[in-house]
Nanobody, 123 residues
Framework: QVQLVESGGGLVQAGGSLRLSCAAS????????MGWFRQAPGKEREFVAC????????YYQDSVKGRFTISRDNAKNTVYLQMNNLKPEDTAVYYC????????????????GGQGTQVTVSS
C-alpha cells in the first residue's frame, strides 16, 4: 500500500510559479513510477506529467512542456512538480499518483492516488 499527500497548491497570478510536492509512504514507493494529474471544474481528469522510479525518464502533456518540470527525491520519498509561467487554464485540482508501471501512468491508470491540492491561476 502507498499513501500520497500533496501540498503546495494555492492562488497565483498568470505568469507566476508554484511548486507542488507529494510525500509518499509505503513499502513499495521507491519502486513506483510517479505522476501528476489534474481535473478542472466540469472536465475529466487529465494526465500532466510522470517520472520513472529512478528519475531517469520523464513525460509531459504537450500543453505543459517547457513550463512544468517533474522531479523526485527518493531519499525523501517525495515527488515535485515545478510549475512556471502559469496560465488561467492551468487552474485545477492537482493529484499525485503512483504505480509500479510507468506505462500505466502514461495511459492514465494508476493504483494509488492522493486527495489533491487546488491550484488557481488568476488572469
Amino acid at each position: 500500500q502507498v499513501q500520497l499527500v500533496e501540498s503546495g497548491g494555492g492562488l497565483v497570478q498568470a505568469g507566476g510559479s508554484l511548486r507542488l510536492s507529494c510525500a509518499a509512504s509505503g513499502r513499495t514507493v521507491s519502486s513506483c513510477a510517479m505522476g501528476w494529474f489534474r481535473q478542472a471544474p466540469g472536465k475529466e481528469r487529465e494526465f500532466v506529467a510522470c517520472i520513472t522510479w529512478s528519475g531517469g525518464s520523464t513525460y509531459y502533456q504537450d500543453s505543459v512542456k517547457g513550463r512544468f518540470t517533474i522531479s523526485r527525491d527518493n531519499a525523501k520519498n517525495t515527488v515535485y512538480l515545478q510549475m512556471n509561467n502559469l496560465k488561467p487554464e492551468d487552474t485545477a485540482v492537482y493529484y499525485c499518483a503512483a504505480d509500479l508501471q510507468f506505462r500505466r501512468l502514461l495511459a492514465g491508470l494508476y493504483d494509488y492516488g492522493g486527495q489533491g491540492t487546488q491550484v488557481t491561476v488568476s488572469s
